[in-house]
């Protein structure tokens, strides 16, 4: 049934301050009198004004609420050392694994405080490097980030896009390697994509998508993606389409050239939903037309790589915990297709086609395991680790004889390690030096049933030697979507907290990418609230073993993870004794209306069908606010350049949950400026937001800090 809209009233009518808003004076937010039929179902909608982040009065409500925030959090006599302590922790030099290209390697590096880590080459990794591009010369603020870069196969260019104030928007520009200088080319109103050389190094592919409205960048729906290719010297204008759909609104595509050039691979994704397709092009063949490989959208299929005309595909096709296939070109029917890495008990997450083998990525109850097969399928080899977290990297050409990967833990910062493909040895290259003592922590996984009997694992680190007896200010972390898992990793700010006398909790929530596909199917559509009861779970556990109680509770997530908290303070306020939410999906029945939300039907399910609208409306949290109930201390967090969770979410639901608290703990909403959903954040605003989420905890969750903290 199509979604039928009914405004039944459109008088501007002001809120009335309750007694709780006239103590702690919240700016006050105009309420609509509209109400909207959905399905048949009146929705009032009072705060749909707060949509225009550009109108006059949608501004004033925006400095009006910041003066609040701001002076709130400045006020807490934490907030000082809490800052001071994440900046001197933060500053220690920080590496990405490094890539090779010809004759010469290229990698990240932050000194420790740079706002954006700044891209590197040399001859060799003993090499004194040289710039390639700094980002942080690209604006006096920061704000303007590296979003994407290439370098050609020769090693002679640099194609790299730059996004401004967090914005998933990007321009590509190209750089000489060896003069460090722009050329002319530019590429604008691409998003959502990357860049591919042709091995020739004449140009490249990329995607885009129509230029925007004029003042609606950030605003408008993004259909119809379209592949291009560059050449190198031309200006846009005269760039190729390569492929579009003009019958598919929705689908969108990434272009990867493979690594012995000949072909083209097109993956053909529709939004966030896991099932794709692919398709191919010859480029040694004039004029070659795209091929259909793989038409239907029934799996997941991650291109890997190929040996000639035999394609690896990394799926989960009649494999929940995915294996490795090969398809040869030359017979692709099914039933030539063939099995390389079968599933096993754990997830395969990833594989990557380097130096003759292949070297598959395991999570084994959400930590990573490594593992090296032969190009026919063989084990090899597995990697040592240095213990429980997580492992990435393993890049590189077919021909290399070494590759490079990174492990990290809660009390392991990120290191970088070359792995040698002959002697299966690794070495370290990059070691961290951060100023704690790891032998002060401990980490440790358990398992808790949810409401239903599902076993769902959790990570708690702290401070060794705590003591259970519920007096532990915990802070609760969760995603629960998209089939992303959550694995352990080193954090500056989680390490605070624990200096702080905090214990840290990560629940592996379903819906993520922890078990594979049915763990993800098992928390999205009409499963979503099995997520929250997981999270609910994790709570009581941790309150039942002793570790915390509900007032010093907290909770946090952003994005998905920021749904997760706004229904989880919904549907159990007495459960938490405060909540950080970060750039959350908060209006679940307009949330496909505005930019890149209409991909999420996929998890979420679509308010223009009424199965999934009754699902949805049941959990969205701004209908679901009950005035005059007892929320706990909230902290809502946004930026005004999210391009990609429109900021109307965070401001219509912070109005909201003003309006309706009934207790006296804070609801406030910090709004960043030149800021976005999140990448590219300078490391000064991340470190600012930080300390502030951190100072709103303490005065809520009534925690000293220990006389040793900061020393």
């Given at each position: 049934?199509?979604?039928?809209?009914?405004?039944?009233?459109?008088?501007?009518?002001?809120?009335?301050?309750?007694?709780?808003?006239?103590?702690?004076?919240?700016?006050?937010?105009?309420?609509?009198?509209?109400?909207?039929?959905?399905?048949?179902?009146?929705?009032?909608?009072?705060?749909?004004?707060?949509?225009?982040?550009?109108?006059?009065?949608?501004?004033?409500?925006?400095?009006?609420?910041?003066?609040?925030?701001?002076?709130?959090?400045?006020?807490?006599?934490?907030?000082?050392?809490?800052?001071?302590?994440?900046?001197?922790?933060?500053?220690?030099?920080?590496?990405?694994?490094?890539?090779?290209?010809?004759?010469?390697?290229?990698?990240?590096?932050?000194?420790?405080?740079?706002?954006?880590?700044?891209?590197?080459?040399?001859?060799?990794?003993?090499?004194?490097?040289?710039?390639?591009?700094?980002?942080?010369?690209?604006?006096?603020?920061?704000?303007?980030?590296?979003?994407?870069?290439?370098?050609?196969?020769?090693?002679?260019?640099?194609?790299?896009?730059?996004?401004?104030?967090?914005?998933?928007?990007?321009?590509?520009?190209?750089?000489?390697?060896?003069?460090?200088?722009?050329?002319?080319?530019?590429?604008?109103?691409?998003?959502?994509s990357g860049a591919s050389w042709t091995h020739d190094g004449k140009g490249f592919?990329?995607?885009?998508?129509?230029?925007?409205?004029?003042?609606?960048?950030?605003?408008?729906?993004?259909?119809?993606?379209?592949?291009?290719?560059?050449?190198?010297?031309?200006?846009?204008?005269?760039?190729?389409?390569?492929?579009?759909?003009?019958?598919?609104?929705?689908?969108?595509?990434?272009?990867?050239?493979?690594?012995?050039?000949?072909?083209?691979?097109?993956?053909?994704?529709?939004?966030?939903?896991?099932?794709?397709?692919?398709?191919?092009?010859?480029?040694?063949?004039?004029?070659?037309?795209?091929?259909?490989?793989?038409?239907?959208?029934?799996?997941?299929?991650?291109?890997?790589?190929?040996?000639?005309?035999?394609?690896?595909?990394?799926?989960?096709?009649?494999?929940?915990?995915?294996?490795?296939?090969?398809?040869?070109?030359?017979?692709?029917?099914?039933?030539?297709?063939?099995?390389?890495?079968?599933?096993?008990?754990?997830?395969?997450?990833?594989?990557?086609?380097?130096?003759?083998?292949?070297?598959?990525?395991?999570?084994?109850?959400?930590?990573?395991?490594?593992?090296?097969?032969?190009?026919?399928?063989?084990?090899?080899?597995?990697?040592?680790?240095?213990?429980?977290?997580?492992?990435?990297?393993?890049?590189?050409?077919?021909?290399?004889?070494?590759?490079?990967?990174?492990?990290?833990?809660?009390?392991?910062?990120?290191?970088?390690?070359?792995?040698?493909?002959?002697?299966?040895?690794?070495?370290?290259?990059?070691?961290?030096?951060?100023?704690?003592?790891?032998?002060?922590?401990?980490?440790?996984?358990?398992?808790?049933?949810?409401?239903?009997?599902?076993?769902?694992?959790?990570?708690?680190?702290?401070?060794?030697?705590?003591?259970?007896?519920?007096?532990?200010?915990?802070?609760?972390?969760?995603?629960?979507?998209?089939?992303?898992?959550?694995?352990?990793?080193?954090?500056?700010?989680?390490?605070?907290?624990?200096?702080?006398?905090?214990?840290?909790?990560?629940?592996?929530?379903?819906?993520?990418?922890?078990?594979?596909?049915?763990?993800?199917?098992?928390?999205?559509?009409?499963?979503?609230?099995?997520?929250?009861?997981?999270?609910?779970?994790?709570?009581?556990?941790?309150?039942?073993?002793?570790?915390?109680?509900?007032?010093?509770?907290?909770?946090?997530?952003?994005?998905?993870?920021?749904?997760?908290?706004?229904?989880?303070?919904?549907?159990?306020?007495?459960?938490?004794?405060?909540?950080?939410?970060?750039?959350?999906?908060?209006?679940?029945?307009?949330?496909?209306?505005?930019?890149?939300?209409?991909?999420?039907?996929?998890?979420?399910?679509?308010?223009?069908?009424?199965?999934?609208?009754?699902?949805?409306?049941?959990?969205?949290?701004?209908?679901?606010?009950?005035?005059?109930?007892?929320?706990?201390?909230?902290?809502?967090?946004?930026?005004?350049?999210?391009?990609?969770?429109?900021?109307?979410?965070?401001?219509?639901?912070?109005?909201?949950?003003?309006?309706a608290q009934a207790g006296e703990a804070p609801v406030l909403i910090r709004i960043?400026?030149?800021?976005?959903?999140?990448?590219?954040?300078?490391?000064?605003?991340?470190?600012?937001?930080?300390?502030?989420?951190?100072?709103?905890?303490?005065?809520?969750?009534?925690?000293?800090?220990?006389?040793?903290?900061?020393?």
């Amino acid at each position: 049934m199509p979604l039928s809209a009914s405004i039944t009233a459109a008088a501007l009518l002001l809120s009335m301050p309750t007694a709780k808003q006239d103590r702690f004076a919240y700016p006050e937010s105009k309420r609509l009198d509209l109400v909207e039929k959905l399905h048949g179902i009146e929705i009032p909608d009072p705060y749909r004004w707060l949509e225009d982040p550009d109108d006059a009065e949608t501004q004033d409500w925006i400095a009006a609420q910041n003066k609040l925030t701001f002076g709130y959090l400045a006020a807490i006599p934490a907030r000082k050392p809490i800052g001071e302590r994440l900046t001197k922790l933060w500053n220690y030099e920080r590496f990405s694994t490094p890539f090779k290209r010809a004759d010469k390697y290229f990698w990240f590096k932050n000194d420790g405080l740079q706002a954006q880590s700044v891209l590197y080459w040399a001859p060799s990794l003993k090499a004194k490097p040289k710039v390639l591009i700094d980002p942080n010369k690209l604006s006096e603020d920061g704000t303007v980030a590296l979003s994407g870069s290439e370098v050609s196969e020769d090693g002679k260019y640099l194609a790299y896009s730059v996004s401004s104030g967090g914005s998933d928007w990007q321009e590509w520009r190209v750089r000489s390697v060896a003069t460090g200088k722009d050329l002319k080319d530019v590429v604008r109103w691409s998003k959502f994509s990357g860049a591919s050389w042709t091995h020739d190094g004449k140009g490249f592919f990329y995607s885009r998508y129509d230029e925007p409205p004029k003042g609606k960048e950030l605003e408008s729906s993004n259909y119809y993606h379209k592949l291009y290719y560059h050449r190198l010297g031309t200006p846009q204008s005269k760039d190729t389409l390569v492929y579009q759909r003009k019958d598919q609104k929705e689908w969108g595509f990434d272009g990867t050239v493979t690594d012995d050039g000949r072909y083209l691979i097109v993956s053909v994704w529709h939004g966030t939903n896991p099932e794709n397709r692919v398709f191919y092009k010859d480029l040694k063949r004039k004029n070659a037309k795209v091929i259909e490989l793989l038409p239907v959208a029934d799996a997941a299929y991650g291109f890997v790589g190929n040996d000639g005309p035999v394609f690896w595909f990394l799926t989960d096709l009649k494999a929940p915990l995915r294996r490795l296939i090969a398809i040869d070109i030359r017979k692709p029917d099914r039933k030539h297709w063939k099995t390389v890495i079968p599933t096993s008990k754990d997830t395969l997450e990833s594989v990557s086609a380097v130096g003759g083998k292949l070297v598959a990525g395991y999570l084994r109850d959400a930590s990573a395991r490594i593992a090296v097969f032969s190009k026919a399928g063989k084990l090899e080899r597995e990697v040592k680790l240095p213990g429980l977290g997580s492992a990435g990297g393993f890049g590189g050409k077919w021909t290399d004889d070494e590759t490079f990967y990174w492990f990290t833990s809660f009390s392991y910062p990120v290191t970088v390690f070359r792995y040698d493909l002959k002697s299966f040895q690794s070495s370290s290259v990059f070691v961290p030096k951060v100023q704690f003592d790891p032998e002060k922590y401990e980490t440790k996984q358990v398992f808790y049933r949810s409401k239903d009997g599902t076993r769902v694992p959790m990570f708690l680190t702290h401070k060794k030697g705590i003591a259970l007896d519920g007096s532990n200010p915990t802070l609760l972390y969760g995603y629960g979507g998209f089939q992303i898992p959550l694995t352990p990793g080193f954090s500056v700010a989680n390490l605070v907290w624990m200096e702080m006398g905090g214990v840290f909790a990560m629940a592996n929530l379903r819906g993520g990418g922890e078990y594979g596909k049915s763990w993800h199917d098992a928390g999205r559509l009409k499963n979503k609230q099995n997520v929250f009861d997981d999270f609910f779970a994790a709570a009581q556990w941790l309150v039942a073993n002793r570790y915390t109680d509900s007032g010093k509770l907290a909770i946090h997530g952003g994005s998905n993870g920021g749904l997760l908290v706004g229904a989880c303070i919904t549907q159990r306020p007495e459960l938490f004794g405060a909540a950080l939410c970060d750039v959350g999906v908060l209006d679940m029945l307009r949330f496909h209306k505005w930019t890149i939300g209409w991909a999420w039907v996929s998890d979420y399910g679509s308010p223009d069908k009424k199965p999934d609208f009754e699902v949805l409306r049941k959990y969205s949290p701004y209908h679901n606010l009950k005035e005059g109930s007892r929320y706990p201390a909230t902290l809502i967090s946004t930026g005004d350049h999210d391009d990609r969770v429109y900021p109307a979410h965070s401001f219509k639901f912070a109005a909201a949950l003003q309006r309706a608290q009934a207790g006296e703990a804070p609801v406030l909403i910090r709004i960043e400026t030149r800021a976005g959903h999140g990448a590219g954040k300078p490391t000064q605003k991340i470190i600012d937001e930080i300390a502030d989420q951190f100072s709103f905890l303490v005065k809520n969750l009534g925690v000293e800090l220990p006389d040793s903290f900061g020393k």
